[in-house]
């Protein structure tokens, strides 16, 4: 699956929160993004021009994608005169919620009429994901891993897709989940994949490349994560990682919404993860730890980084506030 | 999902190996098992009546299973007369093949017509499935795990409930794949299930229960296995097992079919299974192994057994040489 580009971005009546994936692919994707796309209450405000859907596709925009979250995953009635009018005006439509655009009827049949493509990247691609084979893959792969869910792992993995390339090494961000496809204009949402083939749609994710690229790849889930964990194992054996980097929000005690649950320690995030990881690459490590320390001032959060580099042995940054240059260092030091 | 009974159980044409689901149904439920029900050139015998299916609605069967396996999981047109008479002498049908009995457009309509249910047991149950809690249920909980796929982890799990309930203990089988949710009448085929409702799947499995009941969960896969180790995890934490036992077949060198990915060693193996069961229940070990030991003869077998029990320092049987009773007896000081 490959989407079309540029993008007009839907935000509805969105406030800034339920507006995170739209707000990840302007951050990420700004030369992709031409307008956004409101209705009146909408409260988010990407920088981009608010235009209609007609007026966005002449502006150049070829796909219409829903960039907000709710509750239930759910395609809001309020919203179809809008999708309706992208659909007229000449833009394919996408989405990666729960529900599915191709099963609101008024939105099948206009696009079955006009020609137009709905693309719903949360849901698998019956039929194409073969087997995992266990084969070594040539190119070198990065894989994002976590001590919970959203702890910055798409986050961390664009950063060093940004800083490889400013070096002008070869490297390809590889999505795993709906933000992530958006940016990347393609991917695997593997959380929605028959459990039997997240190894292998792994490992057709990030194909053989060239010796010396890196694929910087999504990670999903955690390994310490009592509903996803198996997601998470599937994934890492299917990438083959060389190099894991280890991601984690300061001050998180325990597993969002499982408070039986306590994160990890370091150390045993950092040896389950590369225990896990040598089945199908020996070689892999973690090479380092990415932290949000959003929740500490500068100077803690500065603090924090220097205090947990000493004592784990390895580069430690706030992606957000400092840059990964260190991890990128250290990935470079593999080679 | 329950399946009716009695069964009777088509064999089509097949030989002996490519019967095996058939074979599994009528050696562990044979007080459910009213006829066979074959094609001209089959080679399988079940030891029951052979009956045409019309006979066998007679004989008081109310359900016709497909028992046999073939490469890719067709439903074969020559099969079609005799499921179609099933369907219309008063059968209802069920398959746990990849094809789906329901996408067969001529048996998709007798069954509508008919007021027949087709149940295709491999096919996810779409939008029944939580997320995994995580929350601790009462009852005792065993899980068979494995050094690889196909080791005999069915077979030991339904030895163990039929060796409990011999002693009058309450116990009860909970099937995770095709034959075996044949077998019990109900279960889910884990590995049909979308990726992240897996360990929610083997939560909803072994509901909260009596607190001396003992669910004897059939594993699935291999923490070692390159393409389903994601699998088998979620399978570990959703069912949150106080008891492993571990799975071999003696004389296997890699895994089946990946010959680059060594059979793990039984100390590596009972090591990863307890730790990957101990996110979800921190009591969890591995309280014996069962060996497949057919390759060898019956005194090679015995001496392979004790050499094993001595070193692993756990109970070792061949389930099908010698039974599980000793197993059983680990189990059940565990109380």
């Not at 966005?56 to 309020?78: D, K």
């Not at 994710?205 to 060239?210: G, Q, T, V």
């Not at 803690?300 to 430690?316: M, S, T």
Request: glycine share 10%; with cysteine; charged share 20%.
């Amino acid at each position: 699956m490959q989407l079309p580009s540029p993008y007009a971005l839907f935000l509805g009546d969105a406030d800034r929160l339920s507006a995170k994936t739209a707000t990840g692919i302007a951050y990420w994707r700004p030369e992709r993004c031409v307008a956004q796309v409101t209705l009146p209450g909408c409260s988010a405000d990407l920088g981009l021009p608010s235009l209609s859907p007609r007026a966005a596709h002449a502006a150049g925009a070829r796909l219409l994608i829903v960039g907000i979250a709710n509750v239930g995953g759910l395609i809001a009635a309020h919203w179809l005169p809008s999708l309706l009018e992208a659909l007229e005006a000449g833009l394919d439509l996408a989405a990666g919620l729960h529900h599915r655009l191709a099963d609101v009827p008024a939105l099948a049949q206009a696009a079955a009429r006009l020609g137009r493509r709905l693309y719903d990247v949360r849901q698998p691609q019956p039929g194409q994901t073969p087997m995992a084979t266990g084969r070594k893959r040539q190119g070198r792969r990065l894989l994002t891993v976590g001590t919970d869910c959203v702890v910055g792992k798409m986050f961390t993995s664009l950063a060093l897709e940004r800083e490889l390339q400013r070096r002008g090494r070869p490297a390809t961000f590889r999505a795993t989940g709906q933000t992530g496809i958006f940016i990347a204009g393609s991917g695997v949402s593997v959380d929605a994949v028959i459990s039997d083939f997240v190894a292998g749609a792994a490992e057709a994710l990030s194909p053989d490349n060239a010796a010396e690229h890196w694929d910087l790849i999504e990670g999903q889930g955690s390994l310490h994560h009592p509903a996803y964990a198996g997601v998470t194992l599937g994934l890492i054996h299917g990438s083959q990682p060389d190099a894991l980097v280890l991601c984690h929000v300061a001050g998180r005690e325990h597993i969002d919404g499982y408070e039986d649950y306590p994160i990890p320690g370091f150390p045993e995030a950092i040896a389950a993860n590369e225990r896990a990881a040598r089945l199908t690459n020996p070689r892999a490590r973690v090479i380092g730890i990415s932290v949000n320390t959003s929740k500490l001032s500068a100077a803690e959060g500065d603090l924090y980084l220097r205090a947990l580099q000493q004592q784990a042995g390895l580069p430690c940054c706030d992606p957000v506030r400092s840059g990964v240059a260190p991890l990128a260092d250290a990935l470079l030091e593999l080679e």
